[in-house]
């Protein structure tokens, strides 16, 4: 299968199964695009007839065209047979029951009360709660019993807001490293928090122990405190951008992220990203809504095409940044076209549910943030390990084949079948499709193969 499409100027054309891009021009698209399924002759005779005003376009010109595609076929890097629909069923059962990355949910409740969480303002639908340091230890032992032979393991410190519960993070971390001296793993933290309780203290512990920082902001001041406003409805811009701007600097602007939600009220959210940039930040991200459709904040069928055209908008604003010496990186325009990710990564996804799992202030494990808080998608606890064997054997079988809708589709080898929380959050089912997260996946990875298109055109 191949995927053709036009953007800034520049013909790609992906070949679905094989990971090959190739830009090409006008008289090559459209001889891919007829390739299969009609004769040479007639390819010669439409393309003549079409490129009559151009003497370039020859009949002989022409055929040696239909020779390079037909060449590249033949390489695989062209209309390439899929070889790993068979493969999908059971690259997962390689791993066994390895686990290799926790969230550890050591605050349920916030500090800040934004309209659109889908955490319920951290509570998860059910009461407050902070993790003992008792259950956190177990969490970090169960990870290291089910880990096999992994050495770098990844914990992150999530909530709600996390830095609620400062004092058992830091003694988490301590546990962690004490540990390490004698089971043969290196722990790896993130820490996901509003900002609003960052003091130096928690500047100077995140920056000596923390892999990643992720940093909630969601780009302009009036954006931003519309939503994202504490339980007396102020505003928190002005109280965490200067603390996000001090930690970032003492970080020396590595390994964080800028982290927003764009929803109804902003689908123009390139101005919010840019917003960020010009305030310093480079390392951003921003995601649409998670939230039931009759919410206010629900993107509609209107924002999602507004939402397309900004993917666009953003992709040329990076390139023109990044030519005047002021490059800003966006998440979802990461895209390694040469050295991954792998085969079983591309085919099973995140892990939700087997390699990765979310653990509740009670040590109850779920397969990720986005399900805490739905009893039936309970599938153990720290203590005793996952009992609900059938549920991690349900996304076990999560894969960019488990889905009618998903064999057929040309960006199945980058989704990997899609977000199964979205999925059931949207269908009700980890097997749905949620459409419109489709849509915007498949033009984050048009936009980002055509900038590595421009960047390899530019040198």
Same mark, same amino acid.
């Given at each position: ?120 303002? +951290? &509570?998860?639908?059910?009461?407050? *709660? @902070?993790?003992?340091?008792?259950? #956190? $230890?177990?969490?970090? %032992?169960?990870? =290291? ?73 969601? +780009? &302009?001041?009036?954006?931003?405190? *519309? @939503?994202?406003?504490?339980?007396? #409805? $102020?505003?928190?811009? %002005?109280?965490? =951008? ?218």
């Amino acid at each position: 299968m191949v995927h053709q499409y036009r953007l800034n100027g520049y013909n790609i054309v992906m070949d679905t199964c094989s990971g090959a891009v190739h830009v090409v021009d006008d008289v090559a698209y459209d001889i891919i695009a007829l390739f299969e399924g009609t004769p040479e002759e007639e390819i010669v005779s439409s393309m003549v007839s079409k490129y009559a005003a151009r003497p370039d376009v020859t009949e002989e010109e022409v055929r040696a065209c239909i020779g390079d595609v037909r060449a590249l076929r033949d390489q695989g890097k062209l209309f390439s047979p899929d070889t790993f629909a068979e493969k999908a069923g059971t690259l997962k059962e390689r791993s066994g029951d390895v686990v290799k990355a926790l969230c550890l949910h050591v605050a349920h409740t916030c500090n800040l009360n934004c309209a659109y969480c889908f955490a319920s303002q +951290g &509570r998860y639908r059910g009461e407050r *709660a @902070l993790m003992s340091f008792e259950v #956190g $230890r177990q969490a970090l %032992d169960f990870l =290291v019993a089910h880990s096999g032979s992994r050495r770098n393991l990844e914990v992150d410190f999530f909530g709600g807001e996390p830095l609620m519960n400062f004092a058992v993070v830091k003694q988490l971390v301590a546990y962690a490293r004490e540990k390490e001296k004698t089971c043969g793993k290196r722990f790896r933290f993130t820490l996901t928090t509003n900002g609003v309780l960052i003091d130096d203290e928690v500047i100077d512990f995140a920056n000596r122990e923390c892999h990643n920082v992720v940093l909630s902001l969601d +780009g &302009r001041k009036e954006i931003h405190d *519309a @939503l994202r406003v504490d339980y007396q #409805g $102020r505003g928190s811009y %002005d109280v965490i =951008v200067p603390k996000f701007k001090r930690l970032v600097e003492k970080r020396g602007g590595r390994n964080y992220y800028m982290r927003g939600t764009f929803t109804h009220r902003n689908p123009d959210f390139t101005k919010d990203v840019f917003h960020m940039a010009d305030l310093g930040f480079t390392e951003l991200s921003m995601e649409p809504v998670v939230c039931a459709p009759e919410d206010s904040a629900a993107l509609t069928e209107e924002d999602i095409e507004t939402v397309k055209e900004q993917y666009e908008i953003l992709a040329v604003e990076m390139l023109k940044r990044r030519r005047e010496g002021r490059p800003i990186t966006f998440y979802h325009y990461m895209l390694d076209l040469k050295n991954g990710p792998c085969v079983y990564k591309r085919l099973s996804g995140c892990g939700s549910g087997t390699e990765y799992m979310a653990v509740t202030p009670w040590g109850d494990l779920y397969p990720c943030h986005q399900f805490v808080g739905e009893e039936k998608y309970r599938m153990g606890d720290v203590w005793h390990g996952v009992t609900n064997t059938a549920l991690r054997e349900e996304f076990r079988a999560c894969n960019a084949y488990a889905r009618e809708e998903c064999r057929d589709c040309w960006a199945r080898m980058y989704c990997s079948g899609g977000c199964a929380a979205n999925a059931y959050h949207a269908t009700g089912s980890i097997r749905g499709v949620y459409k419109a997260g489709c849509e915007l996946f498949k033009k984050r990875i048009e936009c980002a193969v055509m900038m590595q298109a421009a960047e390899a055109d530019e040198g």
